[in-house]
C-alpha cells in the first residue's frame, strides 16, 4: 500500500510540488507560528496542529500551494 505524501488531517496542507524552495511568506504570516520550513526539503509544513483558519498563509502563497482544510461546521 503506497504511503500518503502529507497528512491530510492537519488544518493546513502544503503541496511540495508547488512551493517555493525557500519561501517563508505563509510561515510569516501565520498568526499562531504554526508553519515551519523543514530543513532537509527547505519547504514549508504545519508544524503545530492548531489552526485558527484564519486563511492569510493560502492566500499570501503565490503558487497556490497553501490549503486551509476548514472543517463543515466552520464554512
Not at 501565520?30 to 532537509?40: E, G, K, Q, V
Amino acid at each position: 500500500m503506497p504511503l500518503a505524501p502529507q497528512r491530510a488531517d492537519v488544518p493546513v496542507t502544503i503541496d511540495e510540488s508547488l512551493c517555493i524552495d525557500g519561501c517563508t511568506l505563509c510561515v510569516d504570516m501565520c498568526p499562531l507560528d504554526s508553519l515551519a520550513i523543514d530543513p532537509a526539503s527547505n519547504k514549508a509544513y504545519m508544524h503545530v496542529d492548531e489552526c485558527w483558519y484564519c486563511g492569510p498563509c493560502a492566500a499570501r502563497c503565490p503558487t497556490g500551494a497553501v490549503t486551509v482544510n476548514m472543517p463543515y461546521l466552520l464554512r
